[in-house]
């Protein structure tokens, strides 16, 4: 059955260091694709960055960057220069029967002066 | 551009009500909807999927219905809420992407139910 793993309920960072959310997964679609969401404490889900599985080079968004390694079924999201609005939870998400996205559990990161 | 539109924000309704949430999404045509609920400090959890009008898969059994009446709206209901359906509701849709190709869900701001 397919299913998401965030292992760390929260994590702190200082500003302007970088911080890794860990997430591993398991399926056995040949063909997936995996995608992080911030929620602030407003709620809203906002889409960071996304990486399909047969991509051959890890996505990066901005200051988002994906550390895939297939063959550990991991795809860790990297955050450089943290900043306070970088405060929230993240969920790691992969797809589903096309289309579908199961969530891990979330992973709240806080961001200290 | 694409926009998502949930309400409302929050609701309080007391057990054995009837509830209907409503999402209409704008600038995109033929999307697939989705209905997510959050209980606190959880993950989401699917609970209906439409790829078209009249087309809804339901992802875990439950006291809730969903249906999309037109292309781009999706409605959630229930004709006797229980105190466990209180939670974040969260309306999203997607692209309808050929072949292999993914599409992220967008999210709307979401509605906060209290059942009380």
């Known amino acids: 059955a397919q299913k998401i793993t965030q292992t760390q309920p929260g994590m702190f960072v200082q500003e302007k260091e970088a911080v890794t959310l860990d997430c591993t997964y398991d399926?056995?679609?040949?063909?997936?694709?995996l995608f992080w969401y911030k929620q602030p404490s407003s709620g809203e889900m906002i889409f960071l960055i996304y990486q399909g599985s047969y991509d051959q080079q890890n996505a990066t968004e901005g200051r988002y960057s994906l550390n895939f390694q297939k063959a550990r079924k991991s795809a860790n999201l990297v955050i450089s220069a943290s900043q306070l609005g970088d405060s929230a939870m993240y969920f790691c998400a992969m797809s589903h029967q096309g289309g579908k996205l199961i969530f891990g559990q979330g992973t709240e990161l806080s961001v200290k002066p | 551009s694409q926009t998502i539109h949930q309400w409302p924000a929050t609701l309080v309704q007391p057990v054995g009500s009837p509830l209907s949430l409503e999402c209409t999404v704008e600038?995109?045509?033929?999307?697939?909807l989705y209905w997510y609920r959050q209980a606190a400090g959880r993950g989401l959890q699917l609970l209906f999927y439409s790829v078209g009008i009249g087309q809804i898969s339901s992802e875990v059994p439950q006291n809730l219905s969903a249906s999309r009446p037109q292309d781009r709206q999706f409605i959630l209901s229930s004709k006797k809420l229980l105190l466990s359906d209180s939670g974040f509701y969260l309306c999203a849709w997607s692209a309808q992407v050929p072949g292999t190709g993914e599409s992220p869900l967008h999210f709307g701001n979401g509605t906060r139910l209290t059942v009380t």
């Open positions: 399926t056995s679609d040949p063909s997936y694709g």
């Open positions: 600038g995109t045509s033929n999307p697939n």
